[in-house]
C-alpha cells in the first residue's frame, strides 16, 4: 500500500532553514509527480511545491519562490523540501502528496514553527 512519511519538521527562528524529506514506499516512486502543502492553524491546506517524476519540472508557490527548493532522489524514493529564510507565516503542518490513479494519498504531517 501507498505510504508517505514525512520528517524534519521542528522550531526554528525567523530567518533560519529546514529541510524536510518525505519517504515514499509501495508504488513506483519515479512514475509520480510529488507535491508539498501544508496547512496553517485555522487556514486550509496549500500547495506548496510540486516535482515533476523525473525531477525536471518544478512548481512553486508564490509564497515559497525564492526561498524553498523541492527536489527527488529517484533513487531512495525520496522527496525533499529545503525551506530557507523561514518566516512566521511558514508555520504550518507540511504533508507530502502523490496522486495515484485519480486518488490522493499524504502523509501524516511534520510540524514545522518559526517563531523567536
Known amino acids: 500500500q501507498v505510504q508517505l512519511v514525512e520528517s524534519g519538521g521542528g522550531l526554528v527562528q525567523p530567518g533560519g532553514s529546514l529541510r524536510l524529506s518525505c519517504a515514499a514506499s509501495?508504488?513506483?516512486?519515479?512514475?509520480?509527480?510529488m507535491s508539498w502543502y501544508r496547512q496553517a492553524p485555522g487556514k486550509e491546506r496549500a500547495l506548496v511545491a510540486t516535482?515533476?517524476?523525473?525531477?525536471?519540472?518544478?512548481y512553486y508557490a508564490d509564497s515559497v519562490k525564492g526561498r524553498f527548493t523541492i527536489s527527488r532522489d529517484n533513487a531512495k524514493n525520496t522527496v525533499i523540501l529545503q525551506m530557507n529564510s523561514l518566516k512566521p507565516e511558514d508555520t504550518a503542518v507540511y504533508y507530502c502528496?502523490?496522486?495515484?490513479?485519480?486518488?490522493?494519498?499524504w502523509g501524516q504531517g511534520t510540524q514545522v514553527t518559526v517563531s523567536s
Open positions: 516535482i515533476s517524476s523525473t525531477g525536471g519540472s518544478t
Open positions: 509501495g508504488f513506483i516512486f519515479s512514475s509520480y509527480a
Open positions: 502528496k502523490v496522486k495515484r490513479n485519480w486518488y490522493d494519498y
